[in-house]
């Protein structure tokens, strides 16, 4: 009988293990009698066709194991920075997390990017240092840097003899007196008995650790292999005993819960993963979805209202329960029969907008069918694309060409196999280029009049103004005419289309922060129709547009580097070359930390060339500050 359920997230830099470690823990726990290898393309997470070819995690995955009454759900994540919008989705329904780290690679800037959104969470977080067995593996010097880098209050649970080779093994550290002194500084009880010279027994640091652990303040560190299996039974323990557990509730009401992964069936049906929070779901009863306010990806910062739908679940899959008719509180569940569903959508109640952690995405490419003729097919595609990761973003441009807002190359590759593969399209991609947007320098208006007399596509009167607007207000529309002025059809076409030209302003780049007010109308009923104001509006609005003027800004993202000594000069020069603007710059012991602004296209190109500039040992963090006026 299972009482209480943990989802654990898998978390780590590309190629540290993650899969390979999923793997293990499945085998170890009886879930598996054959222990699959991402080499071979044989593991159970990684199971996309383009995933086991390339030996790299591009979705999330759940695989559950259990430990006596403890359920236990593992969210194997991607590494690569350009999936990291998948984490992101799924760092919302987790009650813990393994980071992962390699032995031999050691803290690098992704690992410090996923601990500090880890830690501003609060997500209990253990630290699984992986591939002691490879040469190059290092224990006393990499936990010091974890310390220094990571996470001061790290507490090691085991230590390795012979690491570096495949006949390292570890062993638990018996010591509590060094781990006590870790926990000390947030645990009153502890520091009297140190204060008095005395050790704590074993127990009390145990609990200690766990609250703390639970707290997300402090971090348990272990050592091993995914491969040879060392480090896996205090793995075990460790997320038995230190992870708060949610109990398993059946309590009947609402079942409400987040979707935090969208997979198509091979059917093409939508599978979404939802994890509950309260409640009990079942199939066949009706439910209601709720789309909070979100940011479109037109980079334009337009959000969007929050929607409502019902749906009725056809099918439901409890992770680790597959034969379970019913999904409760603390459970990640499959369910199948909602068409709409999307990525981020609340079951059952409406949740604030969702959070991003990490950077948007500051690319963008145009993308077009090899085949002519396949347009249509290729933006249905995409849109289904979209749907299942809300961070691809897509945007028509005015020619009918669509571009798809991307984190880097390795994901447009993934793009273009996976339209291949999945939706029949052979695509081709423009190089990709920066994200910016506009915003209106002035004011500007422009009208059209009917003409009766001159040619009869002139079958409608439009009047436009175009205003700045406050900063993050994205898109506003109002009316300065009386709403009864017009057919409701008509107001509706005008609307729009102001919105759909908006999308490109007079520089090629989506217009934000903007007001545009309607301020005449007219028609000749029974002759006009709704194209009329269609064309018409797309004209009005593009002079209106032009006389206002428009300023084009690039979004940029601020910056803390922490770089040798003797990489100053080179990685300021090339941040520099980047378009960074450096606000400071001081020691910190052996290092120098610089800080600034940057524009967000050039971080992902920072992130690839900071390692070489810096001998490997250059760290990087960045998050998006807001925009800049294009030089
Ligand atoms: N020697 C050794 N190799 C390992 C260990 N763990 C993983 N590997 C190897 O490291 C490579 C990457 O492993 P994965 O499990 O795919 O890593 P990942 O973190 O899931 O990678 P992404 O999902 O693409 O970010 C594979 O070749 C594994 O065989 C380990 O403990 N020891
Ligand atoms: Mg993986």
């Given at each position: 009988?299972?009482?209480?359920?943990?989802?654990?997230?898998?978390?780590?830099?590309?190629?540290?293990?993650?899969?390979?470690?999923?793997?293990?823990?499945?085998?170890?726990?009886?879930?598996?009698?054959?222990?699959?290898?991402?080499?071979?393309?044989?593991?159970?997470?990684?199971?996309?066709?383009?995933?086991?070819?390339?030996?790299?995690?591009?979705?999330?995955?759940?695989?559950?194991?259990?430990?006596?009454?403890?359920?236990?759900?593992?969210?194997d994540?991607?590494?690569?920075?350009?999936?990291?919008?998948?984490?992101?989705?799924?760092?919302?329904?987790?009650?813990g997390?393994?980071?992962?780290?390699s032995?031999?690679?050691?803290?690098?800037?992704?690992?410090?990017v996923?601990?500090?959104?880890?830690?501003r969470?609060?997500?209990?977080?253990?630290?699984?240092?992986?591939?002691?067995?490879?040469?190059?593996?290092?224990?006393?010097?990499l936990?010091a840097?974890?310390?220094?880098?990571?996470?001061?209050?790290?507490?090691?649970?085991?230590?390795?003899?012979?690491?570096?080779?495949?006949?390292?093994?570890?062993?638990?550290?018996g010591?509590?007196?060094?781990?006590?002194?870790?926990?000390?500084?947030?645990?009153?009880?502890l520091?009297?008995l140190?204060?008095?010279?005395?050790?704590?027994d074993?127990?009390?640091?145990?609990?200690?650790?766990a609250r703390?652990?639970?707290d997300?303040?402090?971090?348990?560190?272990?050592?091993?292999?995914?491969?040879?299996?060392?480090g896996?039974?205090?793995?075990?323990?460790?997320?038995?005993?230190?992870f708060?557990a949610?109990?398993?509730?059946?309590?009947?009401?609402?079942?409400?819960?987040t979707?935090?992964?969208?997979?198509?069936?091979?059917?093409?049906e939508?599978?979404?993963?939802?994890?509950?929070?309260?409640?009990?779901?079942?199939?066949?009863?009706?439910?209601?979805?709720?789309?909070?306010?979100?940011?479109?990806?037109?980079?334009?910062?337009?959000?969007?209202?929050?929607?409502?739908?019902?749906?009725?679940?056809?099918?439901?899959?409890?992770?680790?329960?597959?034969?379970?008719?019913?999904?409760?509180?603390?459970d990640?569940?499959?369910?199948?029969?909602v068409?709409?569903?999307?990525?981020?959508?609340?079951?059952?109640?409406?949740?604030p907008a969702?959070?991003?952690?990490?950077?948007?995405?500051?690319?963008?490419?145009?993308?077009?069918?090899?085949?002519?003729?396949?347009e249509?097919?290729?933006?249905?595609?995409?849109?289904?694309?979209?749907?299942?990761?809300?961070?691809?973003?897509?945007?028509?441009?005015?020619?009918g060409?669509?571009?798809?807002?991307?984190?880097?190359?390795?994901?447009?590759?993934?793009?273009?196999?996976?339209?291949?593969?999945?939706?029949?399209?052979?695509?081709?991609?423009?190089?990709?280029?920066?994200?910016?947007?506009?915003?209106?320098a002035?004011?500007?208006?422009?009208?059209?009049?009917?003409?009766?007399?001159?040619?009869?596509?002139?079958?409608?009167?439009?009047?436009?103004?175009?205003?700045?607007?406050?900063?993050?207000?994205?898109?506003?529309?109002?009316?300065?005419?009386?709403l009864?002025?017009?057919?409701?059809a008509?107001?509706?076409?005008?609307?729009?289309?102001?919105?759909?030209?908006?999308?490109?302003?007079?520089?090629?780049?989506?217009?934000?922060?903007v007001?545009?007010?309607?301020?005449?109308?007219?028609?000749?009923?029974?002759?006009?129709?709704?194209?009329?104001?269609?064309?018409?509006?797309?004209?009005?609005?593009?002079?209106?547009?032009?006389?206002?003027?428009?300023?084009?800004?690039?979004?940029?993202?601020?910056?803390?580097?922490?770089?040798?000594?003797?990489?100053?000069?080179?990685?300021?020069?090339?941040?520099?070359?980047?378009?960074?603007?450096?606000?400071?710059?001081?020691?910190?012991?052996?290092?120098?930390?610089?800080?600034?602004?940057?524009?967000?296209?050039?971080?992902?190109?920072?992130?690839?060339?900071?390692?070489?500039?810096?001998?490997?040992?250059?760290?990087?963090?960045?998050e998006?500050?807001?925009?800049?006026?294009?030089?």
């Amino acid at each position: 009988m299972i009482k209480h359920v943990l989802n654990i997230g898998i978390l780590a830099h590309v190629d540290a293990g993650k899969t390979s470690l999923t793997e293990r823990l499945l085998f170890e726990t009886g879930v598996i009698d054959r222990l699959g290898s991402v080499d071979d393309g044989s593991t159970q997470t990684d199971s996309g066709e383009i995933e086991r070819r390339r030996g790299i995690t591009i979705r999330t995955a759940v695989a559950s194991f259990t430990l006596g009454d403890l359920r236990v759900n593992l969210v194997d994540t991607p590494g690569h920075a350009d999936f990291v919008a998948e984490v992101e989705r799924a760092l919302g329904v987790l009650d813990g997390a393994v980071l992962v780290l390699s032995a031999v690679e050691g803290v690098q800037p992704h690992t410090r990017v996923l601990m500090k959104t880890l830690r501003r969470l609060r997500l209990p977080t253990l630290l699984f240092v992986n591939k002691i067995d490879r040469s190059g593996a290092r224990e006393h010097d990499l936990l010091a840097d974890i310390r220094r880098r990571l996470a001061p209050s790290c507490v090691p649970l085991n230590t390795v003899d012979g690491i570096g080779g495949r006949a390292a093994v570890t062993r638990p550290l018996g010591d509590p007196y060094a781990a006590a002194e870790v926990l000390a500084e947030r645990d009153d009880e502890l520091l009297e008995l140190l204060v008095d010279g005395k050790t704590p027994d074993h127990g009390t640091v145990r609990a200690a650790l766990a609250r703390q652990c639970g707290d997300g303040v402090a971090h348990p560190v272990l050592f091993g292999s995914a491969i040879t299996g060392q480090g896996l039974p205090e793995l075990l323990d460790g997320v038995a005993e230190l992870f708060p557990a949610v109990p398993r509730a059946a309590r009947e009401g609402t079942a409400t819960g987040t979707v935090f992964a969208i997979e198509r069936a091979a059917s093409g049906e939508k599978v979404a993963y939802v994890r509950l929070r309260a409640g009990v779901l079942r199939a066949r009863e009706p439910l209601t979805f709720y789309r909070g306010q979100r940011q479109s990806g037109d980079g334009g910062g337009n959000a969007q209202a929050g929607q409502v739908y019902e749906g009725r679940l056809t099918a439901l899959s409890v992770a680790g329960a597959p034969g379970e008719a019913q999904a409760v509180a603390g459970d990640i569940v499959k369910v199948w029969g909602v068409p709409e569903v999307r990525v981020g959508d609340r079951l059952g109640e409406p949740g604030p907008a969702s959070q991003a952690h990490f950077t948007p995405p500051g690319l963008e490419t145009v993308v077009r069918p090899r085949v002519p003729g396949q347009e249509p097919r290729l933006h249905a595609a995409l849109l289904a694309l979209a749907e299942q990761d809300p961070l691809i973003g897509t945007r028509t441009l005015a020619g009918g060409d669509t571009s798809v807002l991307l984190y880097g190359e390795v994901q447009k590759e993934v793009i273009g196999e996976t339209l291949a593969r999945d939706f029949g399209v052979e695509a081709d991609f423009e190089p990709s280029r920066p994200v910016y947007f506009e915003r209106p320098a002035g004011t500007g208006e422009a009208a059209e009049e009917i003409q009766r007399q001159g040619r009869n596509d002139f079958m409608a009167t439009v009047g436009l103004r175009v205003e700045p607007a406050p900063r993050g207000s994205g898109v506003g529309y109002r009316l300065e005419v009386d709403l009864g002025s017009l057919p409701h059809a008509f107001h509706r076409a005008i609307e729009e289309s102001v919105r759909a030209a908006l999308r490109e302003g007079p520089h090629g780049w989506p217009v934000t922060d903007v007001l545009v007010t309607l301020t005449r109308t007219g028609y000749s009923s029974p002759v006009t129709v709704a194209a009329d104001f269609r064309g018409r509006t797309r004209v009005v609005l593009a002079r209106a547009l032009r006389r206002a003027g428009t300023v084009v800004y690039e979004p940029c993202h601020r910056f803390e580097a922490e770089v040798p000594l003797e990489a100053f000069g080179p990685v300021t020069a090339q941040l520099a070359g980047w378009g960074g603007v450096l606000s400071e710059a001081h020691r910190r012991g052996e290092a120098w930390v610089l800080e600034g602004e940057i524009p967000a296209a050039a971080v992902h190109e920072v992130e690839r060339r900071l390692p070489g500039l810096s001998h490997g040992e250059g760290v990087w963090w960045s998050e998006p500050s807001g925009d800049r006026r294009l030089k």
